[in-house]
């Protein structure tokens, strides 16, 4: 395992869309393992491939309840409303005000090439959405609102 580099909001990797895996190999296990360290090394509570500059569809998130990993996810359900301050490595010692969904499901693969599905909630939730947008390269700043236009956070 390795602690690999993250790449900040300049970088015009972190626009680019991301590849679905095609298959699960050495390498994309390697990647898993030194994203992990990565965002753990970071305090990080999530990271996703394109941060580390590569452009695969794998994301690795611990919001406190165990490590999940996650290749080629796909959000299939949102309900409800929460606004919350959110922040990334990627765009370091900032915090805006983003809008995401209470409760999130997504269906994945894991490491085994296994379907599974993961629900969060609140801070998951957010964690999983964020995530998914860096595959799709689309930053939290992006979809920042200014505080003015929240009545209470």
Known sequence: MATRE??????EVLRKTCKPVKEI????????DDM??????SNG???AASQVGILKRIVTIDVGEGLVE????VIVEKRGSQI????????????????????????????????????????MAVALCHE???LDGILYIDKAIPAEDVEEV
């Open 70 to 73: 996650l290749i080629n996810p």
């Open 84 to 123: 919350d301050y959110e922040g990334c490595l990627s765009v370091p010692g900032r915090s805006e005000l983003v809008e995401r969904p209470e409760y999130v499901k997504v269906e994945a693969l894991n490491r085994n090439g296994e379907k599974i599905v993961v629900e969060g909630e609140e801070l």
């Open 45 to 47: 509570v999530g990271l």
């Open 25 to 32: 190999n050495e390498k994309i296990l390697t990647l898993l």
């Open 6 to 11: 993250i790449r900040v909001s300049t970088d």
């Open 36 to 41: 992990a360290e990565t965002m753990y090394a």
């Open 132 to 134: 998914a947008d860096h």
